[in-house]
Each structure stands twice: as C-alpha cells, then as structure tokens.
C-alpha cells in the first residue's frame, strides 16, 4: 500500500497532528535516515523533519537525495512538504500559506539527480508541472474546508543560502517573477519528481525578503513567525489525511516510464 509522508520544514520538527509515533532509522545507498511513523486515525503515515528535530542541518547540506530515496523505500508514493519563506510579492503577507506552482532553481552545490549517468544512467525528467497537480487540488480543497486562506499559485526561488539573499538579489528575483523565496525546494521538488513520487509545498510567509522592509531578517524572527502560525499548517495537513488518497493513480508515478522507471 502507498502511504503519504510529510516533510516538515524550518519550525515544523513534529507533525502534531499523528498518535503513536515511534522513530526508525533507514538505511539508504547515500546514508542513514531517520524518520517517524505514526497514525492519523487507521492511516500510517511517514514524517521526516528535514534540518533535523533540533534544526541541525543547514539547506546546503541536508541529504535530499538520501532522504527522498528512503521515503521510496518505505513505499511513499505523495509527500506533502513545508517550507518557510520569505516574500517578494506584496499581496503575500507573513503568516499567510502560499501553494507553490512553479520554481526558480539558484542553487550551486547540491547533489540534485539521481540520474547522474552512472548506474541509473540519463533521464531528463518534465518539470512543466513541478508540483503535483492532484495533490494541489486537494490542498487546496483542505484550505477550504478548514478556512485557511492560501494563496493559490506562487513562484518559489530557491536560493544555496546559507545566507539571506542581499536586496540588490531580491529585486533581480522580482523581475524574474518570483513571488517567494526559500532554501531547500529545490532539489527536493526535482528528486521526488525523478523517483516517481507525488510532491506539493505548502509555504509559509514568515517576512517580506531583504530590502523590501526596512529592518534586518533574523532566524529568530522566522521561527517566531512559524510557532505563531502553526495551526493552520496544521489544519491542512490533518484534512489532507483525511481527504488524500495515496494509492489513486498519477502521472508524477511514471514521470520517468520513457527512461526505464525508477527502481530501487
Ligand atoms: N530568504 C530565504 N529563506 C527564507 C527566508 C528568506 O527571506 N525566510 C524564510 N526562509
């Protein structure tokens, strides 16, 4: 049976919304991840805080390729992931959720593809629709079945980091159409996508991005912003449970059928 995992982002390091949760480790050809398992009513589903539950991974150095792997392993076939991120795009406030649809890749070292041409050899995925578009349907649904706005489209840029980014950056990304800017979609996004795995981003607005107010961003001020605003992550993720179905059918599952599929 394909389960749901979620991937919880900075702020997010437990899923509160499970019963039962107990921790395992999996073993994966790019290392060892730790993860839970709990219950969302007769549901088990996976949770995988991605800085570590006492946020000890910075972006650029989170195992991505490791980490969605073992969600493969463990029989994943959606993951809903959070992010939290800064705004470039006046209509979108902090506190508010965002959908992400598209994204801007700025990343420099990461270790992005499964297919590096060695043993799974070359695939050059489609990214049209980055995010799965069946599982923003339902979130968005969930969105209104709990009354929680969110905004229904955004362009997320994806920044190495660890830095912020400088306002001379921030107004570039503008004129590229970003709306949002974060430090771990990509390439979180591409590798689910390359492991034929479901995938959709709920952002959350914790500050407008450098330069646009005038007052220096701290990690503090973004976790505070996180904490605040938990619930309505919250809210979704628990309506997602109830609402989203796994096992149904999709076209993120044979994103790579032209190159062989993806196997284990
Ligand atoms: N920039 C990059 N990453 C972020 C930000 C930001 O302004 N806010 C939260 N994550």
Redesign the pocket.
């Given at each position: 049976m394909k389960r749901l995992a979620f991937i919880g982002g900075?702020g997010v390091y437990d899923p509160g919304i499970l019963s039962g949760i107990y921790s395992e480790f999996i073993e994966t050809p790019f290392g060892t991840v730790p993860y839970e398992v709990g219950k969302f009513g007769t549901k088990e589903v996976i949770f995988m805080a991605r800085h570590g539950v006492h946020h000890t991974i910075p972006p650029h150095k989170i195992n991505y390729k490791a980490n969605i792997y073992a969600l493969k392993m463990l029989n994943v076939g959606s993951i809903v992931s959070t992010?939290?991120?800064?705004s470039l795009n006046p209509e979108y406030k902090p506190g508010e959720l965002v959908l992400v649809d598209q994204f801007i890749d700025m990343t420099k070292s990461r270790d992005h593809t499964f297919f590096d041409g060695e043993f799974r050899g070359v695939a050059h995925v489609d990214m049209t629709h980055p995010y799965c578009e069946q599982m923003r349907s339902a979130v968005l649904k969930a969105g209104e079945e709990k009354n929680v706005k969110i905004h229904k489209s955004g362009t997320y840029i994806c920044?190495e980091?660890p830095r912020?980014?400088t306002p001379a950056e921030i107004k570039a990304f503008r004129l590229w159409g970003a709306d949002v800017?974060?430090?771990t979609n990509v390439p979180e996004c591409q590798l689910a996508r390359e492991a034929e795995i479901c995938y959709c981003t709920i952002s959350m607005v914790?500050?407008f991005?450098?330069g646009m107010i005038d007052t220096p961003?701290t990690h503090h001020d973004?976790l505070d912003c996180m904490n605040k605003n938990i619930e309505s992550f919250q809210k979704i993720t628990a309506e997602i449970c109830e609402i989203f179905d796994p096992e149904k059918d999709c076209s993120c599952h044979h994103a790579v059928k032209d190159f062989g599929g993806f196997h284990l």
């Open positions: 900075t992010t939290a991120v800064g920044t980091g912020y980014e800017v974060g430090m914790t500050n991005a450098a961003l973004v």
